[in-house]
């Protein structure tokens, strides 16, 4: 996520990371890349963390120009459970969206668990630019 505006801005973005950063859960750190200060967001949880939420919407009040995207699962969210979302930060402002392309999360990225769904997923479609029952290129670094 890229914040448009840095100075005070970025001093009060890179406390709160110091106060809400965890080991456990989340890779979180304030870079400069290219002239700009990127907050950084790495995690896996399985269910949504509320105050990394608040924190992605105080960096866009705090720098309104900022963007990013920030992809959640929660397990826990009834009616959504097999959903990714994805909250976006536009100009500083922030939605949420349902991820098509990761969604719904079974079949898409798993399988069905035992008695769970209808049985098997069927044939998964080719990727996209992809035709069918042609492979894939090999791979340049490994030859395969």
């Not at 809400?20 to 990127?38: C, F, K, Q």
């Not at 920030?70 to 991820?99: A, K, P, T, Y």
């Not at 969604?103 to 898409?108: A, D, E, G, Q, Y």
């Amino acid at each position: 996520m890229t914040t448009a505006s840095c100075g005070r801005s970025c001093e009060g973005i890179d406390g709160r990371i110091r106060e809400i950063a965890s080991p456990y859960l989340l890779d979180l750190d304030l870079r400069r890349m290219n002239g700009e200060a990127v907050v950084h967001f790495g995690g896996c949880s399985d269910h949504r963390d509320t105050e990394i939420l608040r924190f992605f919407g105080e960096i866009g009040e705090r720098a309104p120009g900022s963007y990013g995207l920030l992809h959640v699962r929660d397990d826990e969210d009834h009616g959504r459970e097999n959903d990714v979302l994805v909250v976006r930060m536009v100009r500083g402002r922030v939605g949420e969206h349902l991820e098509p392309l990761l969604s719904p999360c079974i079949p898409v990225l798993e399988d069905p668990s035992e008695g769970e769904g209808t049985g098997p997923p069927g044939p998964r479609p080719p990727a996209p630019g992809r035709r069918p029952g042609v492979a894939p290129p090999a791979c340049p670094a490994c030859r395969r």
